[in-house]
Nanobody
Framework: EVQLVESGGGLVQPGGSLRLSCAAS????????MNWVRQAPGKGVEWVSV????????KYADFVRGRFTMSKDNAKNTLYLQMNNLEPEDTAIYYC?????RGQGTQVTVSG
């Protein structure tokens, strides 16, 4: 059974940082293509980033603009999203995604 559990969200001021984590189980994590997506209040789901080639390759949405870094620890079956210089527009529930599976999400609120 695929399980994804996100954590690390919270309330942060503009310009602050957060590190999201996603604990994964139930599939071959090392070779999995993993995504972070987000959903802001009243909006649809928006793709944030992807990691593939065992963690060697990443791509990001244009709005990231060098502020976020996605990584994974294959030994711990854990996915990360380091978010720096956060903006109010980054306020959303963040989900890790494997194929059609998502976790429960973690809330990120950027407000000062």
């Amino acid at each position: 059974e695929v399980q994804l559990v996100e954590s690390g969200g919270g309330l942060v001021q503009p310009g602050g940082s957060l590190r999201l984590s996603c604990a994964a189980s139930g599939f071959r994590f090392r070779s999995a293509i993993m995504n972070w997506v987000r959903q802001a209040p009243g909006k649809g789901v928006e793709w944030v980033s992807v990691i593939y080639n065992g963690g060697a390759s990443t791509k990001y949405a244009d709005f990231v603009r060098g502020r976020f870094t996605m990584s994974k620890d294959n030994a711990k079956n854990t996915l990360y999203l380091q978010m720096n210089n956060l903006e109010p527009e980054d306020t959303a529930i963040y989900y890790c995604q494997y194929e059609d599976f998502r976790g429960q999400g973690t809330q990120v609120t950027v407000s000062g």
